[in-house]
């Protein structure tokens, strides 16, 4: 069984996601490894990452999250799965983790009403095409959002922020 842990982060510097995992993937090895007297690496590889715009996309990306225990099984409601922040925003339980996002505060003029409006939000599955955008771009390391904030992204980074074609290039007849 593969596990996967997601996190929804909105970092105020550059630098703070990267070193976040950085530091919690060396501290939780230490703790497994002295725990189970163990050596070793617990992940494959590194963590991936999607820049998302938060705009059109931290709230479906939320869901997508909170979601993926009751997709996978395990709980039967997100309010049922132990570490999602479903049970902060949707249930109104305390977390010293966890900082309300200025989009969820926005869903209503009160705790009362965010929490209600938070909790409509989970009335309807997620669109399968939604779900597929949202892992191609975390698998990819890519920018979720428009066009435009693909475009501004890629321009910020100076990289490829989005698909590439598939297949290999084709040859450019000049040169034949």
């Keep these: 069984m593969t596990n996967h842990v997601h996190l929804l982060l909105t970092p105020k510097q550059k630098e703070s996601a990267a070193n976040l995992m950085k530091r919690l993937g060396q501290r939780y090895v230490q703790y497994i490894n002295r725990t189970y ?3 070793g690496t617990l ?13 059109t996309y931290l709230l479906t990306c939320q869901r ?17 799965y132990k570490w999602s ?7 109104g339980e305390p977390s010293k983790l966890l900082t309300a996002h ?26 399968p095409g939604e779900i597929d955008k949202i892992r191609k771009a975390t698998n990819g390391n890519f920018a979720l959002g428009s066009s435009r904030f693909q475009e ?3 321009n910020m980074f100076g990289r490829r922020v989005t698909p590439g074609l598939a297949g290999r290039p084709k040859e450019n007849q000049e040169m034949k």
Excluded: C, K
Excluded at 64 to 80: D, F, L, T
């Design 85 to 91: 922040s479903y049970r902060f925003n949707g249930q």
């Design 102 to 127: 200025p989009l969820y505060l926005a869903l209503g003029h009160d705790q009362t009403e965010r929490r209600s409006a938070y909790r409509e939000l989970f009335r309807y599955d997620l669109e």
């Design 37 to 39: 007297n163990r050596s």
């Design 152 to 154: 501004e992204i890629g």
């Design 64 to 80: 997508y999250i909170e979601m993926n225990p009751v997709r996978a099984g395990m709980v039967s409601h997100p309010g049922e």
């Design 43 to 55: 992940w494959e590889g590194r963590f991936r990452s999607s820049v998302i715009q938060q705009d």
